[in-house]
């Protein structure tokens, strides 16, 4: 009922606006016939764009053919983009490599929120089905928001412009590693056409997703020491997401209007087992702990969106409404049996714990905008607006009474399972965050010959009031205002037919994590040592510099190289309160705070063309490589940013055979190492390679079925862990523990066959 209630709500303006405001002539415009959307008929390459600001583009035909099941599959086979998470997880984009909070993630040019406590939101939520394009922003611009020191990624979807027809997608998936079950759908339905006086887009997506994973782990005393045990954990992930999207474009009053609905459905269920052995002896006398945890996810994504340009006052004015929200309910059960603790041979079960977790968090998002442009003498256009945005999130994070009992040695009974207490918030857990923005922007355009050039300036005002609902009521509310002017610079020169130079410069900000700006203690969560937030918190700042130089190959192809640069002030870091901590003597309350300096900079080479200088026309290549590098100083000094890969490397190629009506291709994709280091535990994580091919066939105009093979080459996560007790011990290196792991094997190959039926 939610999500019909939901689809309803979408619809209703886009039902209503065709039928009130519609004028007597049809709209006029192009689009995109069904056929060139289902099969290309040549290779697809990065389109060359013809904007200021250095920006890669790439239509989904790019993507389509590796059949990406979420926009952060697509992304992988897009420079600098890297995913710290799990075998065949591509959920926080990075880009540049540097944490998903300094990547700015825009859905049609517009903020979404994210349930991240980094302000992330994850691409895996977004079917690729829904995509018309998507487009990497490498520096800022005044009209968008500063939030971007990395960079952006806007996912531009579908609109009713981009279909004249419809299609059907039908496939299944096949997991062969899996001991889980096999087999998984996919399934989807797109339409575009005339209808009243516009233009209406709408499309709904239902795609299944497996991943079972096996994990080992070999913990040590210290490196080269003595095993104190070993683990062997399988995770398995399932669920299902469920897409809609509608879009309708209809003349209005001398303008257009443009209203689009997205709603985006997650259902995960992730099932951690582990078996852990003393001393690494994997037999069963040595089983020391059997444990079991359960999450339940679900997640609600929701935007609706309204648009309305005409030419008025001399220019072009656009006036925009959005709103969006995310509810993000999470159930985490958690059963453990220990053994050994008294010491007899046989693993007879000696301790029993039992605990259960809540999580409920709302985002709600209300979106503004005025926007008029004007054009000036001598080739020149100006720009200003202001654009406002409230947020508010909720939320609740709740804990039962722990279950825990000792078990007497068989024969004697085992004591009966009580059944869990009343739940009840953790400190700080029942919190809201209401955060307003006022960003009045002006910026100036011009053309002059081979010059191409945009300056602007922006002013985000940001006004933050944090209320924790857990503490007394004169303790409750925290507020914490800040304005920055960000000032940007772009410019591209082109010196031929074929080559460019782009250049750009921009001040960006990186307003802080959620779960930093909360007051809540949080016991023993760095090592013995306890951790309380920081209300007073200010955003990080960025100066950064992007010099590129392109060159057309061919008709369709380009080759590029960028160099970055980001100087980042008023990092946000951990520090010791000094503050003796819940543990005693020898522990600590550390918080975060505003200090330090980093930089952050980089090599970003990329090639996209058929090879038709050559006389194989039919032939397309690709090949991405970012090398990536940072410095900054913590409490233990010099390091990188935490989780930058050092380098990122992507080829593969396409083969169209026009003759038999199909195709052929791969894509091998390297990340390369990343390290962590955070207060009382360091981390350095290895990936694998990864190897997808596909294999396509034209049936009749209107069918294509195609065959893809993903992670063909077994992709491993390799961790290892180094961890200390408190501060004091890391920097001495007096280890609490030293720990292996790998995450393999099952994660396995996974085959996809999807018929796409155009009507």
């Not at 990188?640 to 091998?668: C, E, H, I, K, M």
């Amino acid at each position: 009922m939610k999500l019909k209630l939901l689809v309803g709500a979408a619809l209703a303006p886009v039902l209503a606006a065709g039928a009130a405001f519609a004028q007597d002539a049809e709209y006029e415009g192009p689009v995109t016939a069904v056929e060139d959307v289902i099969v290309t008929g040549q290779p697809a390459m990065r389109n060359r764009t013809d904007a200021v600001v250095p920006t890669l583009s790439y239509d989904l035909d790019y993507f389509q053919r590796f059949e990406p099941l979420t926009v952060g599959d697509a992304l992988r086979r897009v420079p600098s983009v890297t995913f710290l998470s799990d075998v065949l997880e591509s959920d926080g984009a990075r880009l540049r490599g540097l944490d998903p909070g300094y990547t700015k993630i825009l859905i049609d040019g517009e903020e979404v929120p994210g349930s991240g406590v980094d302000r992330s939101f994850f691409v895996d939520r977004i079917p690729a089905e829904l995509i018309e394009r998507v487009e990497v922003v490498r520096s800022s611009s005044a009209n968008r928001s500063g939030d971007a020191v990395a960079g952006t990624i806007n996912i531009v979807l579908r609109d009713a412009l981009s279909l004249d027809g419809g299609y059907i997608r039908l496939g299944a998936l096949m997991f062969p590693d899996s001991d889980y079950g096999e087999f998984g759908g996919t399934y989807g339905a797109v339409w575009g056409g005339q209808v009243g006086e516009g233009r209406l887009l709408v499309g709904a997506n239902v795609q299944d997703r497996r991943n079972p994973k096996n994990k080992y782990s070999i913990r040590y005393d210290e490196p080269g020491g003595t095993i104190d045990n070993t683990e062997v954990q399988t995770d398995v992930r399932d669920g299902t997401d469920y897409a809609f999207n509608a879009s309708y474009e209809v003349p209005l009053a001398g303008g257009m209007l443009d209203l689009s609905g997205v709603f985006v459905r997650t259902d995960r269920f992730q099932d951690e087992d582990s078996l852990e052995y003393e001393g690494g002896v994997e037999t069963r006398a040595n089983l020391a702990v059997v444990n079991d945890n359960d999450l339940d996810i679900r997640t609600d994504n929701l935007s609706l969106r309204g648009r309305y340009e005409r030419e008025m006052f001399g220019g072009e004015t656009t006036f925009k409404l959005g709103y969006a929200t995310i509810d993000d309910e999470q159930y985490e059960f958690e059963a453990e049996s220990e053994y050994l603790r008294d010491g007899t041979p046989f693993p007879d079960e000696d301790r029993f714990t039992l605990d259960s977790e809540t999580i409920d968090i709302q985002d709600e998002e209300w979106k503004a905008a005025i926007e008029h442009k004007i054009e000036l003498s001598g080739d020149m256009e100006l720009e200003f607006g202001v654009q406002a945005n409230w947020k508010t999130r909720d939320s609740l994070i709740t804990e039962t009474p722990r279950i825990r009992f000792n078990v007497p040695n068989a024969p004697a009974p085992r004591p009966a399972v009580p059944p869990f207490g009343a739940s009840s918030p953790v400190l700080g857990g029942d919190a809201s965050i209401e955060e307003n923005r006022i960003d009045p922007y002006v910026m100036v355009s011009g053309n002059s010959g081979a010059l191409r050039w945009e300056a602007g300036l922006r002013y985000e005002a940001t006004d933050v009031t944090i209320t924790d609902r857990t503490v007394p009521a004169a303790q409750q509310v925290t507020k914490n205002d800040y304005g920055e002017f960000l000032p940007s610079f772009s410019l591209r020169w082109r010196l031929n037919d074929t080559d460019r130079v782009i250049f750009s410069a921009a001040r960006t900000v990186r307003r802080p994590n959620f779960d930093r700006l909360s007051p809540a203690l949080l016991e023993e969560e760095f090592g013995d040592s306890d951790f309380v937030g920081n209300p007073e918190l200010q955003p990080e700042t960025a100066v950064g510099f992007d010099l590129g130089f392109e060159r057309r190959l061919g008709r369709r192809g380009v080759v590029g190289i960028n160099a970055f640069y980001r100087d980042i002030t008023d990092l946000i870091e951990e520090t010791n309160t000094g503050v003796e901590g819940s543990a005693g003597p020898g522990t600590f309350i550390y918080t975060v705070d505003n200090v330090g300096d980093g930089k952050v900079y980089g090599l970003e080479f990329d090639l996209s063309t058929p090879l038709d200088f050559i006389g194989m026309e039919s032939t397309g290549v690709f090949l991405n490589y970012s090398w990536l590098d940072s410095e900054i100083t913590d409490f233990a000094g010099e390091r990188r940013f935490n989780g930058q890969s050092d380098f990122v490397f992507s080829a593969g190629f396409t083969q169209d055979l026009p003759t038999w009506g199909a195709a052929f291709g791969a894509s091998y994709r390297k990340q390369g190492d990343a390290e962590d280091r955070v207060l009382t535990e360091e981390v350095l994580t290895s990936y694998g390679a990864d190897l997808e091919v596909f294999i396509e066939k034209q049936i009749g105009e209107n069918i294509v079925v195609r065959l893809t093979g993903s992670n063909l080459l077994d992709s491993s996560k390799d961790e290892v862990f180094d961890k200390f007790d408190s501060v004091g011990d890391q920097l001495a290196r007096d280890y609490d523990e030293y720990e292996i792991e790998t995450e393999a094997e099952a994660a396995g190959p996974v085959y996809q066959l999807v018929m796409r039926i155009a009507f």
